[in-house]
């Protein structure tokens, strides 16, 4: 979103890119419009598009039409003696079409490889490659606590890298140690985990000295690859070529040697475009060394009223993961036994480590039992950690709040708006766009920890009046 405008339009030209933006980024109803409009010849009058959405709904297509615009999807025109109308960008529904009726020699998909080497990868042992190389970056960040010593957590310098980079450890001498960030990255689903450390590598591609749109469209060609296809490097450029040796230490495709002809996507680029964690489920079970997927996909932690905690799984890795807050007890085949206690809590809080992501991991991850007996004795809850008791979630906090009396969230506050209804209309979208912080109606003030989105949103509300305003007068 914060590309300039003529670097999407290039990066709309693979249509992979074009139907990865559309699939992942767009919500329902800017899909429906972008279809609508799809194969219209002329622009389309905002009138038209304004007769398709119920009143109550211009909340909604407020925000689909801003995310729209603000991707550069979607242009406002108005030429002399017509009123004002929408316009795809060229660029987006010319790749757009191709990508989902086919044809063109873009070689956008990859191109499958005619090499007639017979030793072929399978699936399997693809995804045992990945839950390895991917496993290795999830128990280094564990093991940087510096309590938990794993020797199998091997990856490559370039990775150790790449998560100093995005503060997931922070390096002191030979040493690292976990972050705030870190472990938030650890609480992620799998799906969630690769693009944030993607977004990094992105993000700092210009410091590895490579193109970062070609970075992007090669992100999105991956997500469009099958697992146990195996593709040419002869049409990559020397960008997605560096790239593969990058993705290779990260498990996310599969080379057997820098100079090999043919790579293979492993199940994590596959899902790159996809917007569902279930899609890998055996490797979202199995990337933490689970025997059974169906228990820990579930959820597989019970947490009694006297702070006792019962894990059941086998899973090395998490079981790492719940004693950094947690004193551990016993363990058998397929249970851990453990207590929250304060020295536990207050440990993993000296960390970086906060309560409120103790609390999200313990609910996250709980046990069957636990959610359905909230689901039935407390339906009218809306908080995600209903299905914890109250007092444990309670002492957590107050245990963190022992050492800490005040919290400081940098962020941006709004104030002096025209009337009530622009506030509450940049109000209302601040809350769904997930940035609000803290708000004072009667004041019409508002506090949010990004500004960009609300600023466009600003503008393009702004600029739809202006016309609106010049249309009646017309």
């Not at 993000?203 to 060609?221: C, G, H, P, R, Y």
């Not at 933490?288 to 899973?315: C, H, M, P, W």
């Not at 940049?426 to 766009?433: G, N, V």
């Amino acid at each position: 979103e914060q590309l300039p405008g003529n670097q999407l339009k290039r990066l709309y030209r693979q249509p992979s890119t074009a139907l990865a933006v559309f699939r992942r980024m767009l919500p329902h109803l800017a899909k429906t419009f972008v279809l609508a409009m799809l194969y219209m010849r002329d622009p389309l009058p905002v009138s038209d598009l304004d007769a398709w959405v119920r009143p109550e709904s211009r909340g909604e297509r407020d925000i689909a039409l801003e995310l729209l615009e603000r991707l550069h999807i979607l242009a406002t025109i108005q030429d002399p003696g017509k009123s004002r109308a929408y316009r795809i960008s060229k660029p987006f529904v010319s790749s757009l079409r191709l990508a989902l009726t086919g044809g063109g020699n873009h070689q956008s998909f990859g191109v499958p490889s005619d090499d007639p080497d017979g030793t072929k990868v399978g699936a399997a042992e693809l995804d045992k490659y990945a839950r390895e190389r991917w496993d290795g970056i999830l128990y280094f960040i564990v093991g940087s606590t510096g309590a938990i010593q794993n020797s199998s957590a091997t990856i490559s310098q370039g990775s150790k890298y790449l998560l100093s980079l995005g503060y997931f450890v922070e390096t002191q001498g030979a040493s690292a140690a976990i972050t705030q960030t870190g472990f938030s990255f650890l609480l992620q689903e799998v799906n969630t985990q690769i693009w944030s450390l993607l977004i990094v590598y992105l993000e700092n591609a210009e410091k590895l000295q490579m193109d970062s749109i070609e970075v992007l469209s090669f992100l999105f060609t991956l997500g469009s690859l099958e697992v146990g296809q195996d593709y040419s490097t002869n049409t990559l450029s020397p960008t997605q070529l560096q790239m593969l040796d990058d993705l290779n230490d990260m498990g996310i495709v599969y080379r057997q040697s820098p100079k090999a002809t043919r790579f293979y996507p492993t199940r994590l680029a596959t899902t790159l475009n996809s917007d569902s964690d279930a899609v890998i489920p055996s490797l979202s079970g199995n990337a933490l060394g689970v025997g059974g997927v169906s228990t820990d996909q579930k959820g597989f932690i019970i947490v009694e009223t006297n702070y006792r905690i019962y894990a059941y799984t086998n899973s090395q890795l998490r079981i790492d993961i719940l004693s950094l807050f947690a004193k551990l007890g016993f363990r058998y085949p397929n249970l851990v036994t453990g207590r929250l206690t304060k020295e536990s809590i207050q440990r993993a809080i000296s960390r970086g480590i906060t309560s409120q992501q103790i609390i999200s991991y313990l609910a996250a991850h709980a046990h069957p039992v636990m959610t359905a007996r909230s689901s039935a004795g407390q339906a009218a809850s809306q908080h995600a950690h209903a299905c914890l008791p109250p007092t444990v979630v309670d002492q957590i906090r107050l245990w963190q709040l022992e050492g800490d009396r005040m919290k400081a969230t940098s962020g941006f506050l709004f104030k002096e708006f025209f009337n009530y209804q622009q506030y509450k209309d940049c109000l209302d979208y601040a809350d769904t766009i997930g940035v609000l912080v803290w708000k004072n109606e009667a004041k019409k003030l508002f506090f949010v920890t990004r500004h960009e989105q609300i600023a466009s949103y600003l503008k393009h509300a702004s600029e739809r009046r202006t016309q609106e305003v010049n249309g009646t007068k017309q």
